[in-house]
């Protein structure tokens, strides 16, 4: 049986890591803060690149870290951000950004717990780096809840690193000598990550792109997984 990610270990190294309001390397987790910044730069032209023709009202964005991509969205009448670092979303929250931005502190297996989340059905979704520190049977519980979430017209941003071995990848309190602490994170292959997906195909989604996040080989510098992206819709 596969062992299982401590959701509290994952908590602590995030909690730990929220040291700069500005800056993006609490959540990207890279050596050189200058790759970091980069590949916050390449996200943000991606997802800038997939909203710009659409109309977006509301907005969740799930395991939102420190607000990085809460930016984009200043247009919108309502945005949502979820995450269990409490020091993460103090530095959300202290984005100085407008009153339709609202941040929570919750992991994102108690959704149902928020109340004022749950009333709201959102027309797009953010899960950007959040899948690999969930256990299976959460990602498939995660995917059932954005179902009754999502509002009839929907558009979903995913990005995630997938395993490139063929199998998944699982660091359950792995010492990485590069972040200098223990770790957790579960890298599934596409395949697998496509699969978790089949509830939202099976009620009208599409994944209407996908492709690899960053097209410059220097920012993606890990030798067994690699940063892709996808991009669901629903349109009636
Ligand atoms: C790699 S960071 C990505 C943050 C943000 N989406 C971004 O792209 O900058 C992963 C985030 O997921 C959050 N996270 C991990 N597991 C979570 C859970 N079960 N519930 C809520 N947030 C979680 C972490 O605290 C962290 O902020």
New binding site residues.
């Given amino acids: 049986m596969d062992k299982k990610i401590a959701?509290s270990n994952?908590?602590n190294f995030?909690?730990s890591r929220a040291c700069d309001a500005q800056g993006?390397n609490?959540?990207?987790?890279q050596k050189d803060p200058n790759i970091a910044s980069e590949r916050?730069m390449a996200?943000k032209e991606i997802l800038l690149s997939l909203t710009y023709d659409v109309q977006v009202n509301d907005v969740l964005?799930?395991?939102?870290?420190?607000g990085?991509?809460a930016d984009l969205f200043k247009n919108v009448e309502n945005y949502v951000g979820?995450?269990?670092?409490e020091n993460?979303v103090k530095l959300a929250s202290e984005r100085g950004l407008g009153t339709q931005y609202k941040f929570y502190v919750?992991?994102?297996?108690e959704l149902h717990k928020i109340e004022n989340i749950c009333e709201t059905q959102y027309d797009f979704i953010?899960?950007?780096?959040?899948l690999?520190?969930?256990n299976d049977e959460?990602v498939s519980k995660l995917i059932q809840q954005i179902l009754t979430l999502c509002n009839e017209e929907c558009r979903i941003y995913l990005?995630e690193p997938v395993s490139v071995l063929n199998e998944k990848l699982s660091l359950i309190d792995h010492y990485s000598q590069e972040l200098g602490t223990y770790y957790n994170a579960v890298y599934r292959t596409e395949a697998e990550l496509l699969n978790f997906l089949n509830p939202l195909i099976v009620n009208g989604f599409k994944v209407a792109k996908r492709d690899y996040m960053y097209k410059d080989l220097k920012l993606n510098n890990r030798a067994e997984t690699i940063q892709k992206y996808f991009y669901l819709e629903r349109i009636r």
């Avoid at 919750?106 to 297996?109: D, E, G, L, N």
């Avoid at 953010?126 to 959040?130: A, Q, T, W």
């Fill in positions: 959701y994952v908590k995030f909690d993006v609490s959540t990207m987790l916050d996200e964005d799930l395991g939102c870290g420190n990085r991509l979820v995450d269990f670092s993460l919750s992991s994102v297996t953010v899960i950007s780096g959040l690999i520190y969930l959460d990005r």
